[in-house]
């Protein structure tokens, strides 16, 4: 990320009469003073500020990919709203489930009767489902009013595909099958000013059978420590107090740089930045997670006393058809190593049901698990079969009305433990980290304790961005009512 006064020296360097640099980012910052260009322009043409509007799918990888192109957006003239009304829709797309996919299909039906009414209005896909050829045919032949086609190698370059957008006609389609190249130091706009997501790896090699991530985010990837620190005390020095570290698979975090370090000296690197109140991460792989790590959590003033730990299936059997390269035992081994050392974490997870051949046996052993490992919160989701797969092409005798009864029965063993678990801390004092007002009720507020729990309490929006002492006065389920003490900063 790069700071706008920084940006502003080297673009006042750039004449856009000399050639395109070709290096990067010097090549992007040319397709910024460009891009600037072309939206003054296009905004005369329109008679008011271009306007422009993204629509997230997916994980926190997307959303922090769309606060990129959302920075790029900005910096170049567009006016952000949050209405496909906007001269500039953009979607930034997931594929991990079908549903997200059809998603995007029912939202580009509707754009498309908006696109016919006004033709200057532009439509960009960007994301992982753009990464799946079929897509891209799919796209091409129901749709072929979409302006503009990226997937997620090539972010950074919005700007010069933006450029060529509005200077073509045609569909703009740039699609790369993977990179090993990583542009940073492009304008970045930050949903909230006191905490930030932070990319520390891309992409995934773990190909779990069911995932089709390792083929739309490409190999794995880490980025330099050095340039991870030196972006953390960016944002703290901006004043963010909370990071969330971000990879596929964080435990692996090193094993592709020159100098290697693993994730557990990374935190460690982390946690000596002034200033810097929180560390969280996502997302842990049970294989990978060491006694290093445990005992760099343990340690920490900073890492939240939370850990995400997709369990996938508690059955051994289903966990080797997923390729998960852990079993039952071994999973169980593991929490209960976490737990015994840092007692106060919570735990929550993945889980998916309808895997191919799972049956209500494999279901018990998982519900097995969720008891015995007690989460604070799971992620249940229906098994989608996704093309390309080694899981697609494995038989599935199970019919959809057992694993929705499966998954029924899982789900609520999944509720009941959370809600138990969530109110043990009824009573006690916690601190917590204000993030917005209440969806609800403007005379509350809405934060965040260090174990992830949502906290409602009354207070101002002064509040926000602050680190305050609460005690917890009720639990409702999946959060707490609380009352404020004193401050702590
Ligand atoms: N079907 C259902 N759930 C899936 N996940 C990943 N791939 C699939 C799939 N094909 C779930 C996993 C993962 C989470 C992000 O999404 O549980 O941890
Ligand atoms: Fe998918 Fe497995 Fe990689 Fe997670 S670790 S992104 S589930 S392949």
Redesign the pocket.
Known sequence: MIRNDELEAILEKIDLKNDIPADEPMRQYYFIKKAREIVDLESQKAGHRLTADEETFGCQMNAKDSEKLIGILKNIGFEIIDSEEADLVFYNTCT?RDNANQRVYGRLGLIHSMKKKNPHKKVALCGCMMQEPSVIEKIKKSYSFVDLIFGTHNIYKFAELLVAMYSSDRMIIDIWKDTDKIVEDLPAERKYSFKSGVNIMYG?????S?????YV?GRERSRRPKDIIMEIEKLVSEGVIEVMLLG??VNSYGRTLDEPMNFAQLLREVEKIDGLERIRFM?S?PKDLSDELIEVMKNSKKICRHLHL?L?SGSTRILKAM??NYTKEQYLALAHKIRTAIPDISLTT?IIVGFPGETAADVDETIEVVKEVGYDNAFTFIYSKRTGTPAASMPNPTSDEEIKANFDRLLKVVQETARSRIGRLTGEIHSVLVEEENEHDPALVTGRMSNNTIVHFKGGKDLIGKIVNIKLTEACGFYYLGEMENFEN
């Open positions: 991990v995934c090699n773990n190909f779990c069911y995932c089709i991530v390792p985010r596929q698979n997302t792989h997709p996938q390729n998960r993945d």
